[in-house]
């Protein structure tokens, strides 16, 4: 396992560390006739604004032919603008560092029987939850998980949050109380989490270490990685490895899991992880 460590650790650093600079603001105009422009305001009165497109293209707008306007935070690659994936506080399935936006949100579907969704509450507040949806059965999973992010500047971002869980019509429950620190922009980071679980009124003493990392390859995929090692009890880990396809609004995770164990052992290694997720509010 420290072999896995170490490369997962350099790969991290690697991510993080590479073209960081290159990371630039611009702003997003809607027009009333349903046109996009992408570019960077160069005046503004309250009656009109001169706009500059990425191509050098300048516009003077009046201000009531604008349906709506946001900043976006993206790089320019050989002329072409490179979006972020929507998706940044959240890897495969683990938390990052990084809070969702107020009013904005999302809605997941894991392995078709895991449903979720979350929805930023203020800039730096999440509340999220969940529901396992298996047919047939009466008794499903249920969980809640609240996230707060009490740091997010200079491309870092650091939070904690939990993750309570119950069976419907049982009275018992059970989930983990975590911190992450993600380091790095938005398309190449690292996030190093770790976490305790609970239930029934006792916290397990040995924690649950998460590495993952993530580079965006362009303005349509991703690669992610995300793996959960719990030193104290196993050598041992669950790695995983793939990549997310990113859409204006949906994305679509399809990757491969594993366990160092079954490595070892020299049986069929992968077990397949798909999901998607829809974005609102972006």
């Given at each position: ?6 490369a ?8 993080s560390q590479v073209?960081?600079?290159?990371v630039?603001?611009?702003t ?7 046109s996009?422009?992408?570019g960077?305001i ?21 201000v ?18 490179v ?6 506080s959240?890897?495969?399935f ?19 029987f ?7 509450v203020s800039?730096s ?14 008794e ?12 997010n ?9 939990a ?21 790095g ?19 397990v003493?040995t ?20 793996n ?7 050598a ?13 609004r ?10 160092t ?22």
């Amino acid at each position: 396992m420290r072999r896995v460590l170490v490369a997962l650790f350099l790969l991290g650093v690697s991510v993080s560390q590479v073209q960081a600079q290159e990371v630039e603001e611009f702003t997003q105009l809607i027009l009333t006739d349903g046109s996009q422009l992408v570019g960077n305001i160069l005046d503004e009165t309250d009656q009109e604004l001169r706009f500059m497109t990425l191509s050098g293209l300048e516009f003077t707008i009046r201000v009531e032919e604008i349906e709506s306007r946001k900043t976006i935070r993206a790089r320019l690659r050989n002329g072409k603008l490179v979006k972020f994936d929507p998706n940044v506080s959240r890897l495969f399935f683990s938390a990052t560092g990084r809070p969702v936006p107020k009013g904005t949100g999302y809605f997941s579907l894991h392995e078709l029987f895991f449903a979720s969704g979350g929805i930023g509450v203020s800039e730096s507040f999440v509340f999220a939850g969940g529901i396992s949806l298996f047919p047939g059965l009466s008794e499903q999973l249920v969980y809640l998980a609240p996230k707060a992010t009490v740091y997010n500047k200079n491309n870092r971002s650091f939070s904690v949050g939990a993750l309570l869980g119950t069976v419907t019509g049982e009275s018992g429950y059970g989930g983990i109380f975590y911190g992450a620190g993600t380091f790095g922009p938005e398309d190449q980071a690292i996030t190093i989490g770790t976490g305790f679980l609970f239930g029934g009124g006792d916290v397990v003493s040995t924690p649950i270490i998460m590495i993952g990392a993530e580079k965006q390859l362009g303005s349509r995929t991703k690669f992610i990685t995300e793996n959960y090692f719990m030193p104290g009890i196993s050598a041992n880990g669950v790695l995983s490895l793939g990549i997310r396809i990113i859409g204006d609004r949906l994305t679509t995770d399809v990757a491969a899991l594993t366990h160092t164990a079954v490595l070892n052992e020299g049986g069929f290694p992968f077990f397949p992880w798909v999901s998607f997720s829809y974005n609102f509010g972006h």
